[in-house]
């Protein structure tokens, strides 16, 4: 059995060439992710497939939450976790139809209403951001802060995960919102020390009396199969 | 584009496939969703490229597997009922699309096409004849179609056509659909 975790690592390919999926999965792992979603818009899907494979059964072993961005095909093929939904992606609703309850459902959010939004089309946890200005995806909107993350937090039942620029020197403010838990690409892939960084994520993260009373949802990791 | 999908299935085309590379996932959901709603179902299949869960939630009737694309496997396993086709550009390709269990190829480009310069040389309607000999499933003849080459696939053996230019570029569809028709025996 596994929760959501409170640290997820997101493997892009788009921002660095220096490692693949599976190394950053295996980076995930070493480095104490709880989390690894996969986010590549450009492989074909028999690539992807093949590759979101290699990556489920790795972090199947590892006890590691395995969630593919925007493809929720590819999940059903390859036995993935759960998948993370932006807004121009499936919607959260539609993509639970096709996946059952005990896949993990994860929505992107920009606002409280969205938050609020995607809680009620019954996803298990929201992506909240961007919380600081970031070079890892186009953004056209603007940097959300920690008070408005602080408010989400408050306000949204499902766990929320902050993403955006965040890194081990804005750690502190994030997690001093008693947020449930963070995401990072940048901060770490650009590290020179990858794993050292994603270490002392874990342990700012973890460090913060958590205990706002959200209800994380205990999911199968072993088990998760249409 | 919902317009030009509704007047090809009133007059007759088989089958219409999205191949949306760049549209995100939600927008292409809703073009399904919308064309689906558009076309005479009885008349037209609606096929979409590589996505399987589109296909499920659209409930539409086959997809479509390009380069490096969703396996057969998956199509039967999660789209019950739906057709699985499968882009090939060589005999050896065909052969293992087949092989593979897919429901019938697409292949091509047949004549020249400006979409697939890049891709060198078409493969001519020899090759065409000679896919068409060695494979069972059926063959649609993709690249540079109009209703004078269409019929030509046909002699050489393909089960049917697949246009895009020369039916986007038309400003009247029923005319069009009718040289194919006459090129064609029927669509």
Known sequence: MNK????????????????????IAKMAVKGGADILQLRDKTLPTGKLIDISKKIAAFCREHKVLFIVNDRVDVVMASGADGVHLGNEDIPVKDARGLLG????????????????????????????????PTKSKFKPEKAKGTNMLSEVVKKVKIPVIAIGGISLSNIDDVAGTNVHGIAVIGSVLRSPEPVKTLKELKKKITGYNYGSGQQIKEVCVNNCRI | MLRKAASLSKYGVAAIQLREKQM??????????????????????????????????????????????????????????????????????????????????????????????????????????EV?????????????????????????????????????????????LSEYKIALGEL
């Open chain 2, 132 to 176: 068409c000999s060695r494979i069972e499933i059926p063959v649609i003849a993709v690249g540079g179609i109009n209703p004078a080459r269409a019929k030509k696939c046909i002699d050489a053996g393909a089960h049917g056509v697949a246009a895009i230019r020369d039916l986007f570029n038309t400003s009247n569809i029923k005319a069009k």
């Open chain 2, 24 to 129: 995100p996932a939600g927008e292409l959901l809703r073009l399904a969703l919308d064309i689906r709603k558009k076309v005479n179902r009885k008349v037209t299949k609606i096929i979409v490229n590589d996505r399987i869960d589109i296909a499920m939630l659209a409930g539409l009737s086959g997809v479509h597997s390009v380069t490096d694309g969703i396996s057969a496997d998956y199509i039967r396993k999660f789209c019950r009922g739906m057709i699985s086709g499968k882009s090939v550009h060589s005999l050896k390709e065909a052969l293992h699309a087949e092989k593979a269990g897919y429901d019938y190829v697409l292949y091509g480009p047949v004549f020249r096409t400006p979409a697939k310069v890049k891709y060198g040389k078409p493969q001519g309607l020899r090759k065409l004849n």
């Open chain 1, 101 to 132: 309850s005990r896949k993990i459902i994860g929505g992107t959010a920009h606002s409280l209403k969205e938050a609020l939004l995607r809680q009620n089309e019954g996803a298990d946890y929201v992506g909240f951001g961007h919380i600081y």
């Open chain 1, 4 to 23: 959501i975790g409170r640290l997820c690592l997101i493997t892009d390919t788009a921002i660095q060439k220096n490692y693949s999926h599976l190394q």
